[in-house]
């Protein structure tokens, strides 16, 4: 090979076309891709990360070559070839065979397709529906049922060192104010992991473990008239690639959750299972969707430190979908939050409603609704007598029920049994709760209060007056049995109440025996 071409730097390579005149350049952080008329030509950076190794041309053209094989598989019409780059008269470098003695650099010559026929793309513009999605869902189930598989015992082991590696990168990436809750979130998918242990490591010695795409994103999709290609496998990491099917299918899971669209997401594992294939239960893909938001999130971060910059909003909405999908892993489940009034349950609801995506249900609000008073009017006292909080707890438990599938947060006193036994016999026994107790000094409780007496936005109508009432009259949860009661002493940071919370609810999530 020629050594005549200088190294590629970082920098984009000044590659020039004799058959087009205006060339598009796209910019990933391993590769930068040419656009020239009806083709284009990938070019590898010269780079070492942890997960790839593209220092020398010799090690770029294997991968080119490596890229074309796989990718036929899905995309059998999309890529040519091999291409070298050689010098030019008068300075750059241009296309030649790929056996090009004067060869220094290689390019994968591929068909140009539209960007705008991306599923990507599609979805952004609302031009894409469930149909495609269905039609993704069969098409991966047979790719999976196609691939070469690899029968081995650990899956799990493999689960775990992948979550493990990723989650250490981005410790080190990570503002330092944001490591606490990383570490609160890496320790509730290992509750969730555990829990799953068995199912991973079933799943790899019945087959499930194939040389599968490995980077499975929506952009990746490619929707025309009625084809579907699916470009841009993993090729520089067999490890990436050969992974349990439902690891590969989680990319796009993920992927259809941080756009909002959860029923496709749930359509498209749907038609996976429909078609044949095996994604594991639910849980499972959750879990392994939280992972896909981490490696982004990873991406977000290297790509940020590549062009100089601070890590942008991107990283953020990812590392808080991965704690969202997380959560999601926890489902069908209620968490029920109770205390006194002012003890900070409604905060702490607001908050973990917030972070995990549950649906947040309160009892001063299906009241009010109940008595058709917007949510912020202060409630006469007919609407707090017995009977009225019995019904009221009812309705609730009826509610929670409903939102179970998906999780649900309900805030409420709970501070009488007859109101709890009339929440739990509509909530139902084949829904998993528990029962989080808030409780704070009478001190701390009273100066809440009256804090927030002339709140005029408050929804509780309970002042000082019912917050001393209730100090001591607290009936004790007796009844609910030890490992589904959590005490909270709640005159702390609400953060680290969500994070201990968080990881008291994977736990138990993962711990019931309906599981």
Not at 71 to 96: C, E, I, K, Q, W
Not at 133 to 143: H, V
Not at 283 to 298: E, I, S, T
Not at 331 to 347: D, E, F, R
Request: aromatic letters at 6%; glycine letters at 6%; charged letters at 30%.
């Amino acid at each position: 090979m020629s050594t005549a071409l200088p190294p590629l730097t970082p920098a984009r390579p000044d590659l020039r076309f004799e058959r087009a005149d205006d060339v598009e350049v796209r910019e990933t952080h391993i590769s930068w891709v040419f656009l020239a008329g009806d083709r284009a030509f990938k070019v590898k950076k010269p780079l070492l990360l942890p997960y790839l190794d593209y220092r020398t041309p010799a090690q770029r053209l294997a991968m080119c070559r490596e890229e074309v094989r796989l990718n036929r598989r899905l995309a059998p019409d999309v890529y040519f070839g091999v291409r070298s780059l050689v010098p030019r008269a008068g300075g750059g470098l241009t296309l030649s065979d790929a056996d090009d003695p004067a060869a220094g650099e290689y390019a994968v010559e591929m068909r140009r397709f539209d960007e705008a026929d991306t599923l990507a793309a599609r979805l952004s513009r609302g031009a894409a529906g469930r149909d495609d999605i269905a039609r993704l869902g069969r098409r991966l189930a047979l790719f999976h049922g196609d691939a070469a598989a690899e029968r081995r015992g650990d899956g799990a082991e493999l689960v775990k060192r992948a979550l493990d590696d990723t989650l250490a990168t981005l410790r080190s990436q990570v503002a330092p104010g944001q490591r606490p809750r990383l570490a609160a979130h890496e320790r509730m998918a290992a509750a969730v992991l555990s829990s799953l242990w068995e199912q991973l490591d079933a799943r790899g010695t019945r087959g499930s473990i194939r040389d599968g795409h490995g980077d499975l994103r929506l952009e990746h999709v490619v929707l025309e008239d009625d084809a579907l290609a699916i470009v841009d496998c993993v090729e520089f990491a067999p490890g990436l690639r050969r992974i349990d099917v439902a690891a590969d299918l989680a990319f796009p899971v993920m992927e259809l959750h941080r756009l909002g669209r959860a029923d496709f997401a749930d359509g498209l594992v749907a038609a996976y299972r429909d078609a044949g294939g095996d994604p594991g239960d639910d849980p499972l893909l959750a879990l392994l969707a939280a992972y896909r938001a981490y490696v982004r999130a990873k991406v977000a971060f290297t790509r940020a430190r590549q062009r100089d910059r601070d890590a942008d909003e991107d990283a953020d909405a990812l590392l808080g979908l991965a704690a969202r999908l997380l959560w999601r892993a926890l489902a069908p489940s209620v968490i029920v939050i109770a205390g006194v009034s002012a003890s900070g349950k409604s905060t702490l609801a607001e908050l973990v409603a917030a972070e995990s995506g549950f649906t947040l249900l309160s009892t001063d609000a299906l009241r009010k609704a109940r008595a058709g008073l917007a949510s912020t009017a202060r409630a006469p006292d007919s609407l707090y007598t017995d009977a009225v909080n019995r019904a009221t707890y009812a309705a609730l438990g009826r509610a929670a029920a409903d939102a179970a599938g998906q999780g649900a947060i309900v805030d409420g006193t709970f501070r009488r049994r007859s109101d709890r036994a009339a929440f739990f016999a509509e909530l139902g026994e084949n829904v998993t709760s528990l029962v989080v107790e808030c409780r704070a000094p009478a001190r701390v409780l009273r100066d809440r209060a009256a804090a927030r007496e002339h709140d005029d936005r408050r929804v509780s109508d309970a002042d000082r007056h019912v917050v001393d009432a209730q100090i001591g009259a607290f009936e004790p949860l007796d009844e609910v049995a030890a490992h589904d009661h959590l005490l909270l002493r709640a005159d702390r940071d609400p953060a680290e109440l969500v994070s201990e919370l968080g990881e008291a609810a994977a736990r138990h999530a993962t711990a019931s025996p309906a599981r």
